[in-house]
């Protein structure tokens, strides 16, 4: 199984850091442990702050609207030498490693190295901590070939023996062969059967270009993510889109194994069970906080609404009265997040998440989910541009249906905005690293036992 971390977070009197060594305390306006709840969750940048919590249900919805025209797009600049990031009490976060183009997807070796995406760029980077303090001192590329906007990638077979490196190019599966401390492909890319509808770089000119790629825990079956091609057609456009799809691992025996998922951007296997999870970027044009985006399981044939519903049986206005054999089929998510948190942008969406399997942390996030919220667009006020951790109840297996800021600070005081999270991953030592594409960088959060 991939070690990844897919989506989960928390709280009170912060610490940050600009550097890796540099870190001070932090007040924020919401206090940390406080539990928003309804219009107050949906709430915009201004309420993050590390170890608010926040829960967002069905019965909080509201009507449908128009916000076509809210157009309130990031226009990233340079890291302030003021900003800070908060973390939750007794964490720590430091500048981990810089200087990367669209880091866009994290993933950790067996032995440790860290696997890099830079989509835009057709690279995938490998970084190393040979003296094990914390911080990368080796960085290659290991492949440069055979990408067409890579994103998702994976090891397999699953365990600590891999043979390959599967890459989720937009528009169909390749794999190098690998072994545990290769540096650099040590074989061209073998493309496989597994054929995908490719996407652009802009939603209009291609639709939702990601892909995200895991295996299941015992190695049998593949699965892969795509996105839709629009925000909410039901043209024959979009044939083979917003579905995962499952594969034998050599790419062939194409299934559908659920569907009506606008955007699943970062899917992964709940550790210890067959469960696959997901996370998702919901549609625009609806409302300032409708629909929420959310972090799902995933079942097997469930049909999740797009285009016709969102969140259960609720009609998009654009497909009203379509589909009324469907309505009661709709599936409501486990965790609703902030309306267009991870939103499409000029290089898609992004929402990826992956599972706590480290032990560095205190006990009680074993299992949970950690997850990247790239940031708005189609919203007046800003959402997202954060991290945010996704409890479990541990005694009952199932997510909690709230979530907790877990990483704040990404957008200034005056709105701007310097960072924007995506690529998320547990270290072998058990710390988080997460990527922005922002300004190309990523950092390192650490429990300070």
């Given at each position: 199984?991939?070690?990844?971390?897919?989506?989960?977070?928390?709280?009170?009197?912060?610490?940050?850091?600009?550097?890796?060594?540099?870190?001070?305390?932090?007040?924020?306006?919401?206090?940390?442990?406080?539990l928003l709840t309804g219009k107050a969750a949906m709430g915009d940048w201004t309420s993050d702050a590390a170890g608010v919590r926040r829960k967002i249900t069905v019965q909080d919805l509201p009507a449908p609207s128009s916000n076509a025209l809210a157009i309130n797009l990031p226009r990233v600049i340079e890291r302030p030498a003021s900003a800070r990031l908060q973390v939750p009490p007794g964490f720590m976060i430091d500048l981990y490693a810089s200087g990367f183009r669209d880091p866009r997807f994290m993933l950790t070796a067996p032995n440790g190295d860290i696997f890099?995406?830079?989509?835009?760029?057709?690279?995938?980077?490998?970084?190393?901590?040979?003296?094990?303090?914390?911080?990368?001192?080796?960085?290659?590329?290991?492949?440069?070939?055979?990408?067409?906007?890579?994103?998702?990638?994976?090891?397999?077979?699953?365990?600590?023996?891999?043979?390959?490196?599967?890459?989720?190019?937009?528009?169909?599966i390749i794999r190098f062969p690998?072994?545990?401390?290769?540096?650099?492909?040590r074989a061209p890319a073998e493309k496989l059967g597994a054929q995908l509808s490719g996407g652009a770089a802009r939603l209009r000119s291609g639709g939702h270009w990601t892909r995200d790629i895991v295996f299941s825990p015992d190695g049998k079956k593949m699965y892969v993510s795509v996105g839709s091609r629009s925000n909410v057609s039901d043209s024959a456009a979009e044939a083979d889109r917003a579905r995962i799809f499952e594969f034998n691992p050599d790419g062939t025996d194409r299934k559908v194994y659920a569907w009506g998922i606008r955007n699943a951007v970062g899917i992964a296997f709940r550790p210890g069970s067959d469960e696959l999870w997901m996370?998702?970027?919901?549609?625009?044009?609806?409302?300032?906080?409708?629909?929420?985006?959310?972090?799902?399981?995933?079942?097997?044939?469930?049909?999740?609404?797009?285009?016709?519903?969102?969140?259960?049986?609720?009609?998009?206005?654009?497909?009203?009265?379509?589909?009324?054999?469907?309505?009661?089929?709709?599936?409501?998510?486990?965790?609703?997040?902030?309306?267009?948190?991870?939103?499409?942008?000029?290089?898609?969406?992004?929402?990826?998440?992956?599972?706590?399997?480290?032990?560095?942390?205190?006990?009680?996030y074993n299992g949970d989910i950690f997850a990247a919220f790239h940031g708005s667009w189609n919203r007046t006020k800003r959402t997202g541009y954060k991290i945010v951790h996704v409890p479990f109840d541990h005694s009952t297996g199932k997510a909690r249906g709230e979530y907790e800021d877990f990483v704040t600070g990404f957008v200034t005081p005056e709105g701007k905005v310097w960072g924007r999270p995506v690529g998320i991953t547990v270290a072998k030592d058990g710390t988080l690293l997460f990527s922005e594409d922002g300004n190309g960088t990523i950092w390192r959060v650490s429990y300070r036992r």
């Open positions: 199984m991939k070690n990844r971390c897919g989506v989960h977070f928390i709280f009170c009197a912060i610490y940050i850091a600009i550097s890796s060594s540099f870190a001070v305390p932090f007040s924020a306006a919401t206090e940390s442990g406080t890099v995406t830079e989509s835009r760029a057709n690279q995938i980077k490998l970084l190393r901590d040979t003296k094990g303090n914390g911080k990368p001192d080796v960085t290659e590329t290991f492949a440069d070939r055979d990408l067409n906007k890579p994103f998702g990638i994976a090891f397999y077979p699953p365990g600590n023996d891999p043979e390959f490196l599967y890459v989720a190019n937009t528009d169909g690998y072994r545990n401390g290769d540096l650099k492909a996370s998702t970027n919901e549609r625009d044009e609806i409302g300032e906080d409708l629909p929420p985006d959310y972090i799902s399981s995933v079942r097997v044939g469930g049909f999740y609404g797009w285009p016709w519903f969102y969140i259960g049986n609720h009609p998009d206005p654009h497909h009203k009265g379509k589909h009324p054999e469907l309505a009661d089929k709709v599936i409501v998510p486990d965790v609703l997040v902030q309306s267009h948190s991870a939103t499409l942008n000029l290089y898609s969406a992004t929402l990826n998440l992956c599972f706590y399997i480290g032990n560095q942390f205190p006990t009680e």
